[in-house]
């Protein structure tokens, strides 16, 4: 059998004009081959000879009309290739696609630049969505309130007693006024296990104020706040569901709350939780004149509606008036400094505040990285524009307009950052898991993310915007090539020193935001290392820590309370592996404030011009100090023998007997609490104890700390504190001991809940938990930012390098040494790095004031951070321009004057 | 179904002369007017009767034309493929690639729904036209 002339050749050549779909023309010409074939192998078996019968077959394309000419008027044809961009034949959707098309094809084309491009925008446009979708949750979604813009409280220092509130009540024109006790905490029994829970007494009209309702019952009713009337409860819709199992008859059930029996009133919507997020019931608030402990000195923040058309500056005008006037209303004398300042608030703002410098923060250091991903972005585009030169040069020079140029363009940058965008999300999602740790957890509106709709629709619009930004510029650049230089030198030298100066300035703009990062993770994590390395005081090793919540009425008789906690130490102590027990009012690094106005012996205060000082003022029994091991600097510690009985007595802290008596002895030395009239005796001085935190951030108006013997305490409601921590040194499984203390309470007293189980050592590390998590974020930034810029100074560095190569092959040639070569490359990068370390330097100074609330013991101007930072950069030039420089120093002259 | 050429006007001119002229240029008009698709249509009612019973390709399709006519009707590569895609692009008919072993692939084409009532109306067609060449042919007997 004869073997099969080309045919396709033949073919291929007659369709040539017709511009059929690849595809398709591929089809026609395998058909059209195979039937020639046929015509040919039919003719040869019948005789011909083969190049007659091929000449024969071939004849069968010759017919007219001729195949081109028919197969033209059939089949559709393929759409022009963009020869010039700008052909006006399409609508603009079908250049989109085109040009879209186009885009995917040139950059699967560049896998590795597109790569860069797209992590970097991932990472950018990533970090920026989680954020977003904390900042939209916390500051940004309106409170789940009606009108909750018509919503304010009385700003942070703004707490008012509750003859304050109720005078407020009648007197405000400018809003309706409801006020919540900012810490409640019961036990609900009588549902087999004690529970201690966390609540609020609220007034009447509170949830009139906020205009929410409840899912089963009422809200509370003008009048219910008076005593005997107020044996009301709300419970929320996770108590409701948890301990009372959905209860449907739930509504006129008396439970105990408090060892009190209240009746169940409305169980709230589900979700609703004020003031925070742990609130799972409400009382009403106890407003009884009469009581003067608590009608004028329970201090309670203070929420408003602000009434139709009125704004917030009347308001706080009004307020401001009023507080003024409460003056006069309080039965002792009130420092006049305590109604200065007094104004409103939104709430939303003022129940974020907590976070808001967090969120602040966090937002600009991603807003940062975004940048420099933004600028490392169009330094890749810039160079590759100049790489594709001579495709725009020829592309104008047939006739495509700029615009069409820089549509083509920009369309490449926007599914570069419509890909970043998509992996951003996906990062995003991942992200808001270590984002929340470096947050505090109670803020409102962490607990509900919300959906994730917004977030796509942020990272969506992030991508389009970002994508125009940094596309724009190197677009509308490479959109003007000189055309005949371009053509002729194909792109290689034809970049001009603007784009060359763009890019350089890209990346010193790229450095000094980094160095910008840098210089904050490092501040962050000196401070960190400082924390760290802060003694709190006591030694928390061994130390477990539960808490013991029996009802208050348990000290109605103070020598009943003493005497439980005498008995459940002793009987704590005969647990096999407890070697050592003791019990305190709070622990160490708690974050809570047991605070007790005092007279200082030799200080007097004049109470019309100011309030009397705070001390933190812990109740602890004896054991406390040793067991702790805080040591006693002067003085004595706490004995047994300081009893109910005894004369009252204390211990004060180093920094309490600095502060009043710096010259002498504190022993001897009395302090009175505002609303008695016994002086308690100093007899001894502890070393300080990180009471409130770590880093030691307790309230301005605390002014020392005093340590009272258990059986002598009185706390701020003037009663011995019922709720005590114990403390224990064990030195078995906690597990073991915590059982068989919960053995020992349910036959001591079985309505009283123990929990807050806990390791001092846990502790110690909770309280560097968030420092340490956001020292992790900023080091993660900062190394992104070094990385890209890293990447940008060895692009820049390195495109400039081959771009000079015939430059250097003459310095080679004229007899220049491989070092000079080697050091003017790596001159280069340094030059560019140290201009924007330059310039980092001094933007930092500013920047980092943001950080200055989250730094312990570091000045923003660290000195020791700045060189470190100054020889990482230093470094990240050297690395940068090293490869470059070295494969300038190998250039070989001939090679490189040969080159184009 | 002679009548049905008999032009409508003139109805009152009898005379045998008028008669076979007005036949006459009956004819020539239907011929001149349909003679493209007539062209045209011969040749597809040619291959959609070729592939009405079974799938056949390209070349068996031009081979079977030309033996079947005698060797009268000769089909072109240049002319019957471009056909042929007209075809399949219309819906009339659908061809596929079959792969049989030892042999290189071959697109064969079948006859769509669409194709069986195209090739039924051009039959009709085709039969009316040649009655009309009947009944001038037999126009002394009409």
Not at chain 1, 453 to 463: D, F
Request: hydrophobic share 45%; net charge positive.
């Amino acid at each position: 059998m004869p073997e099969d002339p080309d045919w396709k050749t033949e073919i291929v050549q007659r369709l040539a004009r017709v511009n059929l779909p690849p595809a398709r023309e591929a089809e026609i010409i395998d058909e059209l081959a195979g039937h020639l074939n046929d015509d040919y192998q039919r003719l040869v078996a019948s005789g011909a000879k083969e190049e007659e019968a091929r000449e024969i077959a071939l004849e069968g394309l010759n017919d007219r009309p001729q195949i081109a000419e028919a197969l033209r008027k059939v089949v559709r044809t393929a759409p022009r290739e963009p020869i010039a961009l700008g052909t006006p034949r399409l609508s603009l959707t079908g250049t989109f696609w085109r040009d879209l098309r186009y885009a995917m094809r040139i950059l699967r084309r560049s896998p590795g630049f597109t790569a860069l491009a797209v992590i970097s925008l991932a990472l950018g446009i990533g970090g920026n969505a989680a954020m977003f979708r904390i900042l939209n949750a916390v500051l940004i979604r309106p409170l789940p309130y009606a009108d909750s813009d018509r919503l304010v409280r009385a700003d942070h220092s703004g707490y008012y007693p509750p003859g304050g509130l109720v005078d407020l009540q009648r007197e405000s024109r400018t809003m309706e006024v409801a006020g919540y006790s900012p810490g409640l905490e019961l036990n609900l029994t009588g549902l087999g296990e004690p529970w201690r829970l966390r609540g609020s007494a609220v007034s009447g009209n509170l949830f009139h104020v906020l205009g929410v309702g409840v899912e089963l019952g009422r809200t509370f009713r003008p009048g219910e706040e008076e005593t005997g009337r107020d044996n009301l409860v709300i419970l929320s819709h996770e108590l409701w569901q948890g301990q009372f199992r959905g209860d449907p008859g739930i509504i006129g059930r008396v439970v105990m709350l408090g060892g009190t029996g209240r009746e169940v009133v409305g169980v709230a919507a589900r979700g609703f939780a004020f003031p925070d997020a742990a609130t799972r019931f409400w009382i009403p608030l106890h407003l009884d004149p009469r009581d003067r402990t608590t009608y004028w000195e329970g201090y309670m923040p203070v929420i408003g509606r602000l009434r139709d058309g009125v704004s917030l500056i009347q308001a706080q005008h009004e307020i401001a008036t009023l507080s003024l006037h409460m003056l006069r209303l309080f039965p002792y004398t009130m420092g006049r400094d305590w109604a200065a300042n007094m104004t409103v608030v939104p709430l939303q703002e003022s129940l974020t505040s907590n976070i808001r410098p967090e969120l602040v923060v966090l937002q600009c250091a991603v807003a940062l990285v975004l940048l420099i991903a933004c600028a490392n972005v169009a330094g890749l585009l810039l160079a590759r524009a100049t790489a594709r030169q001579k495709e725009i040069a020829l592309r104008v020079a047939v006739g495509a307009s700029r615009a069409r140029i820089v549509q083509q363009l920009l369309t490449e940058s926007l599914v570069l950052a419509l890909a970043g965008g998509s992996f951003g999300i996906a990062l995003a999602f991942a992200a808001n898991a270590v984002l929340e740790t470096a947050l505090p957890a109670t803020s409102n509106g962490m607990a509900n993310l919300g959906s994730g709709w917004q977030v796509l629709a942020y990272a969506g619009a992030l991508s389009l915007l970002t994508g125009m930004t940094f596309g724009l510029v190197p677009a509308l650049i490479a959109s003007r090539p000189d055309l005949a230089l371009a053509i002729k030198t194909g792109g290689q030298r034809a970049a001009g020193a603007a784009r060359a100066r763009l890019r350089s300035a890209l990346i010193v703009g790229e450095v000094a935001l980094a160095v910008v990062l840098t210089i904050g993770a490092g501040l962050l994590i000196r401070s960190l290392w400082k924390l760290t390395q802060v003694s709190p005081g006591f030694q928390p090793q061994h130390v477990l820590t539960l808490r013991v919540s029996p009802e208050q009425s348990l000290c109605g008789q103070r020598s009943a309370c003493i005497a439980f906690y005498d008995e459940l130490l002793r009987r704590v102590r005969e647990i096999p592996g407890v070697e050592d027990d003791a019990a305190a009012n709070t622990l160490p690094l708690s974050a809570e404030i047991p605070a007790s106005s005092v007279k200082v012996e030799g200080f007097p205060y004049v109470p019309a011009e100011r309030a009397a000082p705070m001390f933190w003022a812990g109740a602890v029994t004896p054991d406390y100090f040793r067991l702790m091991g805080i040591s006693i600097l002067q003085g004595r510690a706490l004995e047994p023998s300081d009893s109910e009985s005894a004369a009252p007595v204390i211990v004060v802290s180093a920094a309490t007997a600095r502060r009043y008596w710096p010259h002498e002895s504190p022993i001897g030395k009395h302090v009175q609490l505002v609303w008695e009239d016994r002086w308690w005796t100093v007899v001894g001085v502890a070393a300080d104890v990180r009471q409130f935190d770590l880093a030691d951030h307790s309230p301005d108006y605390i002014r020392g700390a005093m340590y009272m013997p258990y059986a002598q305490a009185e706390d701020s409601d003037r009663q011995l504190p019922a709720v005590m921590t114990l403390v224990l040194h064990t030195n078995s499984e906690p597990t073991y001991v915590v059982s068989r203390i919960r053995d020992l309470m349910r036959q001591m007293n079985p309505s009283v809940p123990v929990d807050e189980i806990r390791s001092m050592v846990s502790l110690v590390n909770e309280s560097t938990q968030q420092p340490r998590s956001m020292m992790w974020l900023f080091v993660s930034f900062a190394a992104v930012a070094l990385l890209l810029a890293a990447v940008g100074a060895y692009g820049v560095v390195s495109y400039t390098t081959a771009q000079r190569t015939f430059e250097l092959g003459v310095r080679v040639a004229l007899g220049a040494r491989r070092r000079n070569i080697f050091g003017l490359v790596l001159g280069q990068s340094l030059r560019l790095v140290l201009a924007g370390l330059a310039l980092g330097l001094g933007a930092s100074l500013a920047l980092t004031r943001l950080l200055a609330t989250f730094l312990y013991g570091t000045a923003t101007s660290d000195a020791l951070t700045l060189v470190t930072v100054c020889g990482v950069l230093v470094a990240v030039a050297l690395a940068a321009g090293f490869v470059p420089a070295r494969r300038a120093a190998n250039i070989d002259p001939v090679v490189a004057l040969r080159a184009d | 179904m002679c009548a049905a050429f008999r032009p409508p006007f003139f109805p009152h001119q009898r005379s045998l002369t008028y008669r076979a002229f007005l036949r006459l240029y009956t004819l020539l008009r239907y011929i001149v007017v349909q003679n493209l698709e007539l062209k045209k249509g011969s040749a597809e009612l040619m291959i959609l009767s070729l592939v009405e019973d079974q799938p056949r390709h390209g070349y068996d399709i031009g081979r079977l034309i030309e033996q079947r006519s005698g060797g009268t009707v000769k089909f072109r590569v240049a002319s019957l493929y471009p056909l042929l895609y007209r075809m399949e692009q219309r819906g009339w008919i659908h061809g596929r690639w079959v792969e049989k072993a030892g042999q290189r692939r071959r697109r064969y084409y079948q006859l769509t729904k669409e194709g069986r009532h195209v090739l039924a109306a051009q039959r009709r067609g085709w039969l009316e036209f040649v009655q009309a060449i009947n009944c001038i042919a037999g126009l002394e007997n009409a």
